[in-house]
């Protein structure tokens, strides 16, 4: 009998007992799609923490004033520093040769005027590292220059938000603002680069270090970015700024050094777990809908014990009866698996509507495995009905009633 | 040569006897039979309910193997043949027409019909030619595309008639066709059975009545699973 044949004498007999079949394969639907929406809810997280953490490299390093101590006792005082200045952001630029960019920031808030127009903003003051360390770029004009840093100049960068609330969409360039009441040259309009961890990064301007620190009166930074010129570097990269710190800080490590993309993949380790873990429970599920297509199918085999006699006696071979019902469990445990998949498919775009900040996705493997898996239980457990099918004695057979 | 082919048996049992094992008693089925049954002959098996006339004809059939003896088909000894073995003889020399029909009910005649042919791997378009080539041999064409619980007692076993035709076997083995039919059914079915013999169908007719059984050209008789006369048959029976 060809495979063809097979198909369609299972279609016909799903076909005569719609609701049951429509039943059994609820079972594996439910599964199937349970499996693909728990997993593209975990995927969702994933993507909706990596979103928040975009564009912040994988071989960066962040140097912060204060050390986290994780263990006890009392915070040293005395000859440490405490902050972090621009001497050691010097430090680490001459003698950090595993670094790339150097990159210290000063952090404040101010009052942006143009005109009768004003905006309070965050205001960091950088170098011209910082663009290529945090990967935030102009779009027109220039970024901060060294010659900028060294003068003390007073230009800055708008970011896309801040532009438009003073601008609109005037020309920005060359124009003068006043920051804390002081006049600063527009040089430069940053590219839009969206909300982070719930901070707008287009609602920054951008200026000097050295001019902020006038600005701001303080000569402590708000953190120094390290990039870490071979990604293989990471750590003695960490090692190597630490020992330098060290040493300019009196030997007092009154500073932390965090490795914020270790940190991250070490979150998404977690993550990828959480959605294996959600994964597998949905496929208990669909185990559950397998045992209801065993059940079924034994009932099947009971019923047409008759029609089993009657194929024997016409010349149906063992193998043809074992096929046929083992190709009716997995058609059932199949059809399932692809209701499944779109109804999965469905609930995802349904909490993708209804919840637009979480980013699910469905990973392709997660609908290959689904899929397989459904089709997998079908003939799973399939088999025993149909190896008790095929095992009918002809005589017997046709004699039931 | 064709009259050497016509004496050399189609079925030939030597000493097959049967024994079922029900619990721990041993049920006699058959004892020592010895049949010979030659191409284009017409028999009917006589014998009262618990003979073993339905024994013999699993024999026959292919459906169930001698427990002991000599059961040949075509000079094919059967009793040592595989259960896919079996079927495959079941499939090409055998044609069944049983009392009951057995005819799958959500299938239209020609499907039924075209069940064997399934089993025989031919393809689409022959089956059908074929089907529709024995359907109207026992000329019930016109029902082709009937379900087959859509139709009478008598038109159902002309298509279970039809679906024993279609592989052209070399046995036909029609167990109390007549059973579930009416008298003016059962006796059109006579007729096409007779008909196809004189075209050439070895018949093998089991009944337990004497007015069907007469419709063939020989009898034999059975009775407590031995063949008997038919002298002997009508003593035992009184």
Same mark, same amino acid.
């Given at each position: 009998?060809?495979?063809?044949?097979?198909?369609?004498?299972?279609?016909?007999? $799903?076909?005569?007992?719609?609701?049951?079949?429509?039943?059994?394969?609820?079972?594996?639907?439910?599964?199937?799609?349970?499996?693909?929406?728990?997993?593209?809810?975990?995927?969702?997280?994933?993507?909706?923490?990596?979103?928040?953490?975009?564009?912040?490299?994988?071989?960066?390093?962040?140097?912060?004033?204060?050390?986290?101590?994780?263990?006890?006792?009392?915070?040293?005082?005395?000859?440490?520093?405490?902050?972090?200045?621009?001497?050691?952001?010097?430090?680490?630029?001459?003698?950090?040769? $595993?670094?790339?960019?150097?990159?210290?920031?000063?952090?404040?808030?101010?009052?942006?005027?143009?005109?009768?127009?004003?905006?309070?903003?965050?205001?960091?003051?950088?170098?011209?590292?910082?663009?290529?360390?945090?990967?935030?770029?102009?779009?027109?004009?220039?970024?901060?220059?060294?010659?900028?840093?060294?003068?003390?100049?007073?230009?800055?960068?708008?970011?896309?938000?801040?532009?438009?609330?003073?601008?609109?969409?005037?020309?920005?360039?060359?124009?003068?603002?006043?920051?804390?009441?002081?006049?600063?040259?527009?040089?430069?309009?940053?590219?839009?680069?969206?909300?982070?961890?719930?901070?707008?990064?287009?609602?920054?301007?951008?200026?000097?270090?050295?001019?902020?620190?006038?600005?701001?009166?303080?000569?402590?930074?708000?953190?120094?970015?390290?990039?870490?010129?071979?990604?293989?570097?990471?750590?003695?990269?960490?090692?190597?700024?630490?020992?330098?710190?060290?040493?300019?800080?009196?030997?007092?490590?009154?500073?932390?050094?965090?490795?914020?993309?270790?940190?991250?993949?070490?979150?998404?380790?977690?993550?990828?777990? $959480?959605?294996?873990?959600?994964?597998?429970?949905?496929?208990?599920?669909?185990?559950?809908?397998?045992?209801?297509?065993?059940?079924?199918?034994?009932?099947?085999?009971?019923?047409?014990?008759?029609?089993?006699?009657?194929?024997?006696?016409?010349?149906?071979?063992?193998?043809?009866?074992?096929?046929?019902?083992?190709?009716?469990?997995?058609?059932?445990?199949?059809?399932?698996?692809?209701?499944?998949?779109?109804?999965?498919?469905?609930?995802?775009?349904?909490?993708?509507?209804?919840?637009?900040?979480?980013?699910?996705?469905?990973?392709?493997?997660?609908?290959?495995?689904?899929?397989?898996?459904?089709?997998?239980?079908?003939?799973?457990?399939?088999?025993?009905?149909?190896?008790?099918?095929?095992?009918?004695?002809?005589?017997?057979? $046709?004699?039931?009633? | 040569?064709?009259?050497?082919?016509?004496?050399?048996?189609?079925?030939?049992?030597?000493?097959?006897?049967?024994?079922?094992?029900?619990?721990?008693?041993?049920?006699?089925?058959?004892?020592?039979?010895?049949?010979?049954?030659?191409?284009?002959?017409?028999?009917?098996?006589?014998?009262?309910?618990? +003979?073993?006339?339905?024994?013999?004809?699993?024999?026959?059939?292919?459906?169930?193997?001698?427990? +002991?003896?000599?059961?040949?088909?075509?000079?094919?000894?059967?009793? +040592?043949?595989?259960?896919?073995?079996?079927?495959?003889?079941?499939?090409?020399?055998?044609?069944?027409?049983?009392?009951?029909?057995?005819?799958?009910?959500?299938?239209?005649?020609?499907?039924?019909?075209?069940?064997?042919?399934?089993?025989?791997?031919?393809?689409?378009?022959?089956?059908?030619?074929?089907?529709?080539?024995?359907?109207?041999?026992?000329?019930?064409?016109?029902?082709?595309?009937?379900?087959?619980?859509?139709?009478?007692?008598?038109?159902?076993?002309?298509?279970?008639?039809?679906?024993?035709?279609?592989?052209?076997?070399?046995?036909?083995?029609?167990?109390?066709?007549?059973?579930?039919?009416?008298?003016?059914?059962?006796?059109?079915?006579?007729?096409?059975?007779?008909?196809?013999?004189?075209?050439?169908?070895?018949?093998?007719?089991?009944?337990?009545?004497?007015?069907?059984?007469?419709?063939?050209?020989?009898?034999?008789?059975?009775?407590?699973?031995?063949?008997?006369? +038919?002298?002997?048959?009508?003593?035992?029976?009184?």
């Amino acid at each position: 009998m060809s495979p063809l044949e097979f198909v369609r004498v299972a279609l016909d007999s $799903l076909r005569t007992n719609r609701l049951r079949s429509a039943l059994t394969m609820l079972g594996v639907i439910i599964g199937v799609a349970a499996v693909i929406l728990l997993v593209a809810l975990g995927q969702g997280t994933k993507n909706y923490v990596e979103e928040q953490f975009a564009g912040l490299g994988a071989n960066i390093l962040i140097v912060t004033p204060g050390k986290v101590e994780t263990k006890g006792g009392p915070p040293i005082i005395g000859a440490a520093k405490h902050k972090l200045t621009l001497d050691d952001s010097r430090i680490l630029e001459k003698k950090g040769y $595993l670094f790339s960019g150097v990159a210290p920031v000063v952090f404040g808030a101010a009052e942006v005027r143009l005109a009768s127009r004003s905006r309070n903003v965050t205001v960091l003051g950088v170098t011209k590292e910082f663009s290529d360390v945090r990967n935030i770029h102009v779009e027109v004009g220039n970024f901060v220059t060294d010659s900028d840093v060294e003068a003390k100049r007073r230009v800055c960068m708008l970011g896309r938000t801040v532009k438009r609330e003073l601008f609109g969409n005037a020309n920005a360039l060359g124009q003068t603002v006043k920051i804390s009441g002081a006049r600063f040259r527009v040089m430069g309009v940053m590219e839009r680069k969206g909300v982070s961890l719930g901070f707008d990064i287009d609602d920054i301007v951008f200026i000097p270090v050295r001019t902020a620190m006038d600005i701001f009166d303080t000569d402590a930074l708000l953190e120094i970015l390290l990039s870490v010129r071979n990604k293989n570097d990471i750590d003695s990269g960490k090692e190597l700024a630490r020992s330098l710190l060290f040493k300019n800080h009196n030997r007092h490590e009154d500073f932390t050094i965090t490795n914020q993309a270790a940190m991250l993949s070490s979150l998404f380790t977690i993550l990828d777990t $959480l959605t294996y873990v959600l994964g597998g429970i949905a496929a208990i599920s669909l185990l559950v809908g397998g045992i209801g297509i065993m059940n079924i199918m034994l009932v099947t085999v009971k019923e047409r014990t008759n029609e089993i006699g009657i194929r024997k006696a016409v010349g149906a071979r063992d193998r043809d009866i074992l096929l046929q019902f083992l190709l009716e469990s997995t058609t059932l445990s199949a059809a399932g698996g692809i209701g499944g998949m779109l109804l999965g498919t469905l609930g995802a775009g349904i909490i993708r509507l209804t919840v637009p900040k979480l980013p699910v996705a469905i990973p392709p493997w997660a609908i290959v495995l689904a899929f397989t898996f459904s089709v997998f239980v079908g003939i799973f457990f399939g088999v025993y009905p149909a190896r008790k099918a095929a095992a009918l004695h002809p005589i017997e057979a $046709l004699r039931y009633e | 040569m064709e009259s050497a082919a016509a004496s050399e048996p189609l079925l030939r049992l030597r000493k097959v006897s049967k024994i079922y094992e029900a619990g721990a008693q041993a049920v006699v089925g058959l004892t020592d039979v010895d049949l010979d049954i030659f191409p284009g002959d017409f028999l009917a098996v006589m014998g009262p309910s618990g +003979s073993g006339k339905s024994t013999l004809m699993n024999i026959l059939g292919c459906l169930d193997v001698p427990t +002991s003896g000599a059961y040949e088909i075509k000079g094919v000894p059967v009793s +040592s043949l595989s259960p896919e073995a079996l079927a495959d003889l079941r499939n090409r020399e055998i044609g069944f027409i049983f009392q009951v029909f057995h005819l799958l009910p959500r299938y239209t005649a020609q499907r039924n019909v075209e069940l064997p042919l399934l089993y025989a791997g031919v393809a689409r378009e022959e089956r059908a030619k074929r089907a529709l080539e024995a359907l109207r041999a026992v000329g019930i064409e016109g029902r082709k595309d009937h379900l087959s619980n859509q139709l009478s007692g008598g038109q159902k076993q002309k298509v279970a008639i039809a679906r024993a035709l279609v592989n052209r076997p070399a046995l036909l083995l029609a167990d109390e066709p007549t059973g579930n039919l009416d008298s003016k059914s059962g006796e059109e079915l006579l007729a096409i059975l007779a008909r196809l013999n004189a075209d050439g169908a070895t018949i093998v007719l089991v009944t337990h009545d004497l007015s069907i059984a007469r419709s063939a050209r020989r009898i034999v008789y059975i009775i407590d699973g031995r063949l008997v006369t +038919s002298e002997e048959f009508r003593e035992m029976r009184g």
